[in-house]
């Protein structure tokens, strides 16, 4: 055994028992594969595969790094790592190139099946896939919901298993964060949030797009609604210039459904005429209560308002678009949708089934959300979701006018870039 490989013998053998990982039983048995596949080489694929390894960077930087001499540990160790490298690529080039076999037809046979399961896996690229065969989607919920949760309620009903899908709910993850979890690859599909939130990350760049619809306003079930104390003065949209307005989140509905109210009653340039004021959820009506805020702004019905006793609604966002400015889509990164487009078309199909079925029993839908997030059922309250998930483009375009026009976004985005129905079975014709 010439020096070299004497030290590189050592070397390995040495790292080997220091590391009892699986990536050095990996290393072990490619290089044994590969020494059994080599050996069966013409000297033609030979020639070949040094032409092969001339053009190929990596591994020709791998080899270099293995042949340079060195007895540093932390070189060795460097060594190490290239040669799993370079004993990968050989291998991988091994296969390629094939070896002669004295029964063509067996070897053309098992080479259709490899290219088969080539095939499936690329298919399912970046998938993964439970016990059950199920496609796992990682998703998330709001923290602390108070209404009924879809991706819940859908799994408890087997409406997401039917179309061979499985909900993985790695967290609670605030709407503010959703986007960045996307594009971070920690999410496959976000959980219901408001639209705005999906247009300002597009606008910032993020390579998003909404699938299906979550929830819609009504006069009962409202997205959000501005409240006052019984006490205070505030009775119209010319009361609250020069307020303060506390809301749980900058931007968004939060901010923009009161600049909108106040532009429908003629008041012109909101955002100078009244104060904003960043208070955590859980804490907006105790502010309130203290005197800290003049108005909140709240995700909760009139009917709860008034069943608390303590404030007056002054004017939800109904009152401001109808039932056109409040949809919580829920949506994909734009990769995602490309290389898994009946992935998606299923989840599509899952909500906007689970959709229907909340909206034709809402008590059911809080007693399941009660249930999955150990919550007492009186803190759960309804909502009124899209039918059929089928999302409206005019909910799209007012609040692209509205964000380009206050300057939180740039202009230019387009509907088609924000949502599409074109996954959703009952766009389709298929349901």
Same mark, same amino acid.
Request: glycine content about 8%; aromatic content about 8%.
């Given at each position: ?14 790292? !080997?028992? +220091? ?17 059994? @596949? ?15 390894? %001339?053009? =190929?960077?990596?591994?020709? /930087? $791998? ?10 540990? /932390? ?26 076999? $004295? ?15 080539? $095939? ?8 993964? +896939? ?6 796992? @989607? ?24 039917? !179309? ?13 964060? @959703? ?25 910032? *760049? ?7 619809? =979550? ?13 006052? !104390? #019984? ?25 923009? %459904? ?26 907006? &009506?105790?502010?309130? !209560? ?43 990164? %734009? ?14 199909a899952a909500v906007a089934e689970t959709l229907n079925w909340m909206n034709e029993n /809402? ?10 997030? =150990? ?14 998930? @089928?999302? #409206?483009?005019?909910?799209? &375009? ?8 206050? *300057? &939180?976004?740039?202009p230019g985005i387009t509907v088609p870039q924000v949502f599409t129905n074109e996954f ?8």
């Amino acid at each position: 055994m010439t020096p070299i490989f004497d030290q590189l013998n050592k070397a390995i053998i040495a790292e !080997r028992k +220091r590391a009892m990982g699986k990536d050095q039983k990996l290393l072990w048995a490619t290089i044994t594969k590969w020494l059994a @596949l080599v050996k069966c080489l013409t000297l033609a694929k030979w020639l070949a595969f040094i032409k092969w390894l %001339t053009l =190929n960077q990596k591994t020709t /930087l $791998a080899l270099k790094t293995f042949v340079t001499p060195s007895l540093s540990g /932390l070189v060795w160790l460097t060594k190490i790592r290239a040669l799993s490298r370079l004993a990968v690529s050989l291998t991988l080039v091994a296969l390629f190139f094939g070896c002669e076999s $004295a029964e063509p037809k067996k070897e053309a046979a098992v080479d259709s099946a490899a290219k088969a399961a080539l $095939a499936t896996k690329s298919s399912e690229k970046g998938l993964i +896939r439970n016990a059950e065969g199920l496609v796992v @989607l990682r998703a998330s919920i709001s923290p602390d919901p108070t209404t009924p949760v879809t991706f819940l309620i859908g799994d408890d009903l087997g409406f997401f298993q039917k !179309r061979g899908l499985k909900l993985d709910i790695v967290g609670n993850i605030p709407v503010t964060q @959703l986007v960045a979890a996307i594009m971070s690859g920690q999410l496959d599909v976000s959980h219901g949030a408001h639209i705005n939130r999906t247009i300002a990350g597009i606008s910032a *760049g993020a390579k998003i797009l909404a699938v299906v619809g =979550n929830t819609e306003t009504t006069p009962i079930y409202p997205h959000m609604v501005g409240v006052v !104390r #019984k006490d205070s003065p505030i009775r119209q949209a010319a009361d609250i210039i020069g307020q303060k307005i506390g809301l749980s989140n900058p931007g968004g509905c939060h901010e923009y %459904t009161p600049y909108a109210w106040l532009e429908k009653h003629g008041i012109k340039d909101p955002k100078n005429k009244i104060q904003t004021v960043i208070i955590a959820r859980s804490l907006l &009506e105790q502010a309130l !209560r203290q005197g800290d805020i003049d108005m909140a702004m709240l995700h909760k019905t009139p009917a709860e308002i008034a069943n608390n006793g303590e404030f007056d609604v002054i004017y939800s966002d109904y009152d401001v678009w109808e039932g056109d400015g409040g949809a919580t889509p829920n949506y994909f990164g %734009t990769q995602f949708i490309k290389d898994h487009p009946d992935v998606v078309r299923n989840f599509v199909a899952a909500v906007a089934e689970t959709l229907n079925w909340m909206n034709e029993n /809402l008590d059911g839908a809080r007693a399941i959300t009660a249930k999955r997030t =150990n919550q007492d059922i009186s803190k759960i309250t309804s909502n009124y979701y899209t039918p059929d998930g @089928l999302m #409206k483009p005019v909910t799209a &375009e007012l609040w692209i006018e509205l964000l380009t026009r206050f *300057g &939180e976004i740039k202009p230019g985005i387009t509907v088609p870039q924000v949502f599409t129905n074109e996954f959703n079975p009952y766009y389709t014709g298929q349901f």
